[in-house]
């Protein structure tokens, strides 16, 4: 009964901003590491940010630092990625994921053992 479900994707123009929320189904999400992945088309899957469980670590792909920040709302049992000065480059379906092998800790060369997926989000940036 393991689920994730990802929701806040649409349209927005090049500059604009999008706040995306992961909500679990059957399980308590902030004792999880969890994920946000994108993949655009043509493209291969790639991971994005992560937030750890153990000590709150954030980290991010190179191309959104500055732009992007991971959180959790541990009342509402979400993580959120604020995206900000959104370019066209970053249109892509928006996933977010844990790993139930390890749940702890941010694994920075994006692999996972045991992961569980959400069905994803739409972000497209276009004037």
């Known amino acids: 009964q393991v689920q994730l479900v990802e929701s806040g994707g649409g349209l927005v123009q090049p500059g604009g901003s999008l706040r995306l929320s992961c909500a679990p189904s059957?399980?308590?999400?902030?004792?999880?590491?969890v994920y946000w992945f994108r993949q655009a088309p043509g493209k291969a899957r790639e991971g994005v940010s992560c937030?750890?469980?153990?000590?709150?670590?954030?980290i991010y792909v190179d191309d959104v630092k500055g732009r992007f920040n991971i959180s959790r709302d541990n009342e509402q049992d979400t993580v959120v990625l604020q995206m900000n000065n959104l370019k066209p480059e970053d249109t892509a379906i928006y996933y977010c994921?844990?790993?139930?092998?390890?749940?702890?800790?941010?694994?920075?060369?994006?692999?996972?053992?045991?992961?569980?997926w959400g069905q994803g989000t739409q972000v497209t940036v276009s004037s």
């Open positions: 059957g399980f308590i999400l902030k004792y999880y590491t």
């Open positions: 937030i750890s469980y153990r000590t709150g670590r954030t």
């Open positions: 994921a844990t790993d139930l092998a390890y749940r702890t800790t941010c694994n920075s060369d994006w692999r996972l053992t045991n992961d569980y």
